[in-house]
C-alpha cells in the first residue's frame, strides 16, 4: 500500500460512531456518586471530639497533667 490508500484509509475509518459524551456520561456519574459517598463518610466524623466531652472532663479531672512534663516534640 502506498501513504496515500493508507491515509485514505485512516480517514474513512475515523469517522465518530454515536455520541461520544453519553457514552463516556456514566464514567462522570459514578465519579460523582463516589466524591458524594466519600463526602458523607467525611461529614460522619463532624464533632466526633465534642460527643463525649463529660468523659474527657471527668478523665482530666482523675488524671492531672505535670506541666513540667509536657514538652514538646519527641523526647
Sequence with gaps: MTLATTLALAAAQAEP????????????LIAFI???????VTLSYRNV???????????????????AQVGHGHH
Aim: hydrophobic share 45%; glycine share 8%; proline share 3%.
Design 17 to 28: 460512531h454515536g455520541n461520544v459524551q453519553a457514552q463516556t456520561f456514566i464514567f462522570g
Design 49 to 67: 471530639a465534642n460527643r463525649h466531652s463529660h468523659k474527657a472532663e471527668a478523665y482530666a479531672k482523675a488524671h492531672p497533667v505535670d506541666q
Design 34 to 40: 463516589v466524591f458524594m459517598a466519600l463526602g458523607l
